[in-house]
């Protein structure tokens, strides 16, 4: 019966030069990662404008509130401009909504003739 031979151990500079090139790849391949990371998540932008802002904590804080809680904490709001802002907004959408039923209803050549006759 054939005994295994035993191995012979290596000089100590091969186990230096193996640690160092696994290290060097490794390395470099943990760089490459961090850098294709780095381009493919997008940075947060704060936005410039105040209003922005404000609207992502609206947004936040209308998920947070069920529909009723917000609507009543909404009516306690006392500024005239927040309720004249609101009441264009409404208006400018209800124009857009109409004018686009007039326009469904009549076809593009009686429109002129639809908003000439309350005229």
């Given at each position: 019966?054939?005994?295994?031979t035993s191995p012979t151990p290596d000089p100590p500079h091969v186990a230096d ?81 109409l004018s686009e039923k007039v326009r469904e209803g009549y076809g593009a ?11």
């Open positions: 019966m054939n005994s295994p030069s193996v640690v160092r090139t696994v290290s060097a790849n490794l390395t470099r391949r943990l760089d490459k990662m961090v850098i294709s990371w780095k381009e493919e998540t997008l940075d947060f932008e704060f936005p410039d404008v105040i209003e922005e802002s404000y609207r992502w904590r609206c947004e936040g804080l209308l998920n947070y509130f069920k529909l009723h809680e917000a609507d009543q904490l909404r009516m306690q709001i006392s500024y005239s401009d927040y309720w004249e802002t609101e009441y264009r907004y409404y208006e400018d959408a209800l124009k857009r909504i050549v009686n429109v002129a003739d639809h908003w000439r006759a309350p005229a």
